[in-house]
T-cell receptor
């Protein structure tokens, strides 16, 4: 199978610990941000989103933080589980129909 | 039950051939997209399309063309395939500029 993570930043955490994945976005005009999870051999799967008029949003075990001042986005995963192992992408939408701009991705590895 | 589906899942072909990848969504979305994911996992938008507008990423060669027979389908045609076209291609759909939902991907290998 394909070797995942050779060219990606990697975050290794112990099972049960909290994970924080960071992302710097490029366009201060972006108004919508999304985190996607991509497991090996699958398409990106929506996790959580946030609009630019918010700085924090919580889901089930996940929290997204947005700092517009420094154009930074983070994804926090609580009590990380083996099933959380994947590549995580942040994406920004600058408005209009021209699609999402994706970050490079971070490979999250869960240690038993 | 599948929201966004693509066929085929794997496509192996020779340089110079013409091929198509099909995409269908049953979410009732009005906008569909094609993305290319390279060997370094970098995802890049190729096209976005609704019934009014086709937006093309300027870096996409004109050998690539999207064709939409109806709102639920956006197929990707590729002419004169080149080695560098090898990648995973993802279709996605959304309602206006809302969350985009992705298909499972088509791994294209050009020999």
């Amino acid at each position: 199978g394909e070797s995942v993570g050779l060219h990606l930043p990697t975050l290794s955490v112990q099972e049960g610990d909290n994970s924080i994945i960071n992302c710097a976005y490029s366009n201060s005009a972006s108004d919508y941000f999304i985190w996607y999870k991509q497991e090996s051999g699958k398409g990106p799967q929506f996790i959580i989103d946030i609009r630019s008029n918010m700085d924090k949003r919580q889901g089930q075990r996940v929290t997204v933080l947005l700092n517009k001042t420094v154009k930074h986005l983070s994804l926090q995963i609580a009590a990380t589980q083996p099933g959380d192992s994947a590549v995580y992408f942040c994406a920004e939408n600058m408005g209009g129909a021209d699609g999402l701009t994706f970050g490079k991705g971070t490979h999250l590895i869960i240690q038993p | 039950d599948t929201a966004v589906s693509q066929t085929p899942k794997y496509l192996v072909t020779q340089m110079g051939n013409d091929k198509s990848i099909k995409c269908e969504q049953n979410l009732g979305h009005d906008t569909m997209y094609w993305y290319k994911q390279d060997s370094k996992k970098f995802l890049k938008i190729m096209f976005s399309y609704n019934n009014k507008e086709l937006i093309i990423n300027e870096t996409v060669p004109n050998r690539f063309s999207p064709k939409s027979p109806d709102k639920a389908h956006l197929n990707l045609h590729i002419n004169s395939l080149e080695l560098g076209d090898s990648a995973v291609y993802f279709c996605a759909s959304s309602r206006a500029q809302d969350t985009q939902y992705f298909g499972p991907g088509t791994r294209l290998t050009v020999l």
